[in-house]
């Protein structure tokens, strides 16, 4: 079993669609939970972070996470052609020091 | 802040020789990263360090590659001999704490030919 998984894709929603991608993790004791997203040739940025059970949103991004079922998840609302990209899970799991495992990354396509 | 700086940002050389790759951490960050993402196998992690000290080298692939922290503003990345199949965007990052997201730098875009 991977540490991180997620769906690689691609997704494709129409302009002004909810996009919705999930990530399903290993390690129970993870703390911390990241969203990244990455454009072609560029590095990967950070878009969320959440820490807790529920969710967190920002703009029209909203993460939400559920330890219990050890999946997290990231809403994009109203997407937008700009929002095209692969967007990377990102898990702090405790085994070996904390260090951040990223899954393989969902490519999502938004249709203008 | 400057943000996570690495250099080069390219890198051509044949196989065989020697390839170093440079970071340079956020100041104050505590933790740094060495990540290999290929199409293949996507962001792997190869090496970090906490306060200078390597933590879990697990992912550095075999013997050729080498990282080093002597001191907190500064990383290697060493592979010798290269080899095609080490081509690869690699990419440095930091954080300040265990916690904490990670800010990453460009990348260095590796082609062993």
């Known amino acids: 079993q991977k540490e991180v998984e997620q769906n690689s894709g691609p997704l494709s929603v129409p302009e002004g669609a909810i996009a919705s991608l999930n990530c399903t993790y290993s390690?129970?004791?993870?703390?911390?939970f990241f969203w990244y997203r990455q454009y072609s040739g560029k590095s990967p940025e950070l878009i969320m972070f959440?820490?807790?059970?529920g969710d967190k949103e920002d703009g029209r991004f909203t993460a939400q996470l559920n330890k219990a079922s050890q999946y997290v998840s990231l809403l994009i609302r109203d997407s937008q052609p700009s929002d095209s990209a692969t967007y990377l899970c990102?898990?702090?799991?405790?085994?070996?020091?904390?260090?951040?495992?990223f899954g393989a990354g969902t490519r999502l396509f938004v249709k203008a | 802040d400057a943000g996570v700086i690495q250099s080069p940002r390219h890198e051509v050389t044949e196989m065989g020789q020697e390839v170093t790759l440079r970071c340079k951490p956020i100041?104050?960050?505590?933790?740094l990263f060495w990540y290999r993402q290929t199409m293949m196998r996507g962001l792997e992690l190869l090496i970090y360090?906490?306060?200078?000290?390597?933590?879990?080298d697990s992912g550095m692939p075999e013997d050729r590659f080498s990282a080093k922290m002597p001191n907190a503003s500064f990383s290697t990345l060493k592979i010798q001999p290269s080899e095609p199949r080490d081509s690869a965007v690699y990419f440095c990052?930091?954080?300040?704490?265990?916690?904490?997201?990670?800010?990453f730098g460009n990348g260095t875009r590796l082609t062993v030919t």
């Open positions: 360090f906490n306060n200078n000290v390597p933590i879990d």
């Open positions: 390690d129970r004791g993870s703390q911390s």
């Open positions: 959440i820490y807790s059970n």
């Open positions: 100041s104050g960050h505590d933790y």
């Open positions: 990102a898990v702090n799991p405790p085994t070996g020091g904390f260090k951040t495992i």
């Open positions: 990052a930091s954080r300040p704490d265990r916690y904490s997201p990670l800010h």
